[in-house]
């Protein structure tokens, strides 16, 4: 690398934003600039999403996925008090309605305690009442330490650090390929190149698009799930203290739905998760025709559909009907029958999947000549991605040195 070595990030969602941050702030003096399509930052997944910074109970012990997880978190409530940005740690309860979710939770809970979540603990029906009065089930797993913060505002206060430690942020600005054959990787976009000495690609819904134009490997492919959210009237407000969660379906890679406080004070109930019509269409039907085009010409997704035909019709009735939808939140909180709820803007999940169907549970972190490429960041993505951001400038140092 050049002495004043100069880096590409493409994309401010919360993971490009971390990085580029990072960079600043390990290689002094360097240049780095931000490049986004939009005309703001966090306009895909980090601005459609839930909220949570999870603890870390459900992730497999050793992943990636589970020490990013924990590391992020660490890192963002230091973060947001230094910032006096919300992080509110309200707590969450997964919650087992029988004995077969009840067996879950318990594996869950050992993962929990593998992954070093603090002060994590099951409970019975009496124990569910102490910390939610309104809540039921026979078993729950409480995490304390479970928060809600505004990813949004994160990711501009990170825009604003890199700006003022003399980065640049380039909005409007779309990434149309990389070419990596030389020394340099050179940054192709409408308004001209840009060459720089190292490219780092958090491009989330689009990022196996750019890794297919840029030379790279068409798997894993990107496959878009909506997750459909409805605020509760005033009223439901105060119904619960913090976050209400159902035990996962072990098959389906989701939360399943939820209640979830939001940092304002809305109580939020969703995401479900459905086949996407598009991949950044968040109004009406939110169709794309060479999204969805590109989704049903894949056989990988007919292999997945094949194989989830019982989860996949569970979801399709919450699509099809809001009183549905909220019957299953009904099922952990029973005096919400009768609350009233407003459709939001969805979320659109850029989840990766394998060329033989399987959806990618891991972070994937692809790395080929002077260019990384994210190519796999669900959920925990937002809470980890300060120390995705750790991770992915390492790498770049691990492999080419401080320079
Ligand atoms: C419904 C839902 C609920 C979730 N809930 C949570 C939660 O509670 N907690 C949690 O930790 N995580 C959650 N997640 C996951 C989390 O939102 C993501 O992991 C995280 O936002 C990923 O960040 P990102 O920067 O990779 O992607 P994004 O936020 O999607 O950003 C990618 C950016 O790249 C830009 N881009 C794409 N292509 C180009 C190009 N060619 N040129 C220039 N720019 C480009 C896009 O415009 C976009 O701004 C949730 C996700 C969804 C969808």
Same mark, same amino acid.
């Given at each position: 690398?050049?002495?004043?070595?100069?880096?590409?990030?493409?994309?401010?969602? #919360?993971?490009?934003?971390?990085?580029?941050?990072?960079?600043?702030?390990?290689?002094?003096?360097?240049?780095?600039?931000?490049?986004?399509?939009?005309?703001?930052?966090?306009?895909?997944?980090?601005?459609?999403?839930?909220?949570?910074?999870?603890?870390?109970?459900?992730?497999?012990?050793?992943?990636?996925?589970?020490?990013?997880?924990?590391?992020?978190?660490?890192?963002?409530?230091?973060?947001?008090?230094?910032?006096?940005?919300?992080?509110?740690?309200?707590?969450?309860?997964?919650?087992?309605?029988? &004995?077969?979710?009840?067996?879950?939770?318990?594996?869950?809970?050992?993962?929990?305690?593998?992954?070093?979540?603090?002060?994590?603990?099951?409970? &019975?029906?009496?124990?569910?009442?102490?910390?939610?009065?309104?809540?039921?089930?026979?078993?729950?797993?409480?995490?304390?330490? =479970?928060?809600?913060?505004?990813?949004?505002?994160?990711? *501009?206060?990170?825009?604003?650090?890199?700006?003022?430690?003399?980065?640049?942020?380039?909005?409007?600005? @779309?990434?149309?390929?990389?070419?990596?054959?030389?020394?340099?990787?050179?940054?192709?976009?409408?308004?001209?190149?840009?060459?720089?000495?190292?490219?780092?690609?958090?491009?989330?819904?689009?990022?196996?698009?750019?890794?297919?134009?840029?030379? &790279?490997?068409?798997?894993?492919? #990107?496959? +878009?799930?909506?997750?459909?959210?409805?605020a509760l009237e005033p009223a439901y407000r105060d119904i619960l203290h913090g976050l209400v969660y159902p035990v996962p379906d072990p098959k389906y890679p989701f939360l399943g739905v939820h209640l979830t406080r939001r940092f304002d004070g809305e109580m939020l109930v969703g995401p479900n998760a459905f086949l996407s019509l598009s991949r950044e269409g968040y109004r009406g039907l939110g169709?794309?025709?060479?999204?969805?085009?590109?989704?049903?010409?894949?056989?990988?997704?007919?292999?997945?559909?094949?194989?989830?035909?019982?989860?996949?019709?569970?979801?399709?009735?919450?699509?099809?009907?809001?009183?549905?939808?909220?019957?299953?939140?009904? @099922?952990?909180? +029973?005096?919400? @029958?009768?609350?009233?709820?407003?459709?939001? =803007?969805?979320?659109?999940?850029?989840?990766?999947?394998?060329?033989?169907?399987?959806?990618?549970?891991?972070?994937?972190? *692809?790395?080929?000549?002077?260019? #990384?490429?994210?190519?796999?960041?669900?959920?925990?993505?937002? =809470?980890?991605?300060?120390?995705?951001?750790?991770?992915?400038?390492?790498?770049?140092?691990?492999?080419?040195?401080?320079?």
């Amino acid at each position: 690398m050049s002495r004043r070595p100069r880096f590409a990030v493409v994309g401010a969602g #919360i993971i490009g934003a971390a990085v580029a941050r990072e960079l600043v702030l390990r290689y002094p003096g360097s240049r780095v600039t931000l490049l986004e399509k939009e005309h703001s930052a966090a306009a895909h997944q980090t601005g459609h999403n839930s909220g949570v910074v999870h603890a870390g109970l459900y992730y497999e012990p050793g992943g990636l996925k589970a020490r990013l997880c924990r590391r992020g978190g660490a890192l963002l409530r230091k973060f947001c008090r230094d910032r006096g940005l919300p992080f509110i740690e309200c707590g969450k309860l997964v919650v087992a309605l029988d &004995g077969l979710e009840q067996r879950r939770l318990k594996h869950i809970f050992d993962r929990a305690v593998s992954n070093g979540v603090p002060g994590v603990r099951m409970l &019975g029906p009496s124990g569910i009442r102490e910390v939610e009065p309104n809540a039921v089930g026979v078993a729950a797993l409480h995490s304390p330490a =479970t928060a809600i913060v505004d990813f949004s505002a994160i990711t *501009e206060a990170f825009v604003d650090d890199l700006k003022r430690l003399g980065g640049s942020v380039e909005f409007g600005r @779309e990434v149309e390929r990389i070419d990596s054959r030389s020394d340099e990787p050179v940054v192709h976009t409408a308004s001209g190149k840009l060459i720089v000495d190292r490219v780092i690609v958090c491009a989330g819904s689009q990022s196996d698009r750019l890794a297919r134009r840029s030379g &790279g490997s068409r798997y894993p492919g #990107i496959v +878009p799930f909506f997750g459909q959210y409805f605020a509760l009237e005033p009223a439901y407000r105060d119904i619960l203290h913090g976050l209400v969660y159902p035990v996962p379906d072990p098959k389906y890679p989701f939360l399943g739905v939820h209640l979830t406080r939001r940092f304002d004070g809305e109580m939020l109930v969703g995401p479900n998760a459905f086949l996407s019509l598009s991949r950044e269409g968040y109004r009406g039907l939110g169709l794309n025709v060479r999204d969805l085009g590109e989704t049903l010409a894949s056989p990988e997704f007919w292999r997945f559909a094949s194989r989830n035909l019982p989860s996949a019709a569970r979801e399709a009735r919450t699509v099809a009907s809001k009183k549905y939808f909220l019957r299953a939140a009904q @099922e952990y909180v +029973p005096a919400l @029958e009768g609350a009233r709820a407003t459709r939001l =803007t969805r979320g659109i999940r850029a989840q990766a999947m394998t060329a033989d169907g399987k959806l990618v549970d891991e972070f994937a972190i *692809e790395h080929r000549s002077g260019v #990384i490429f994210v190519r796999n960041a669900p959920s925990p993505g937002a =809470t980890s991605s300060m120390a995705i951001a750790e991770h992915v400038v390492q790498l770049l140092d691990d492999t080419y040195g401080s320079g």
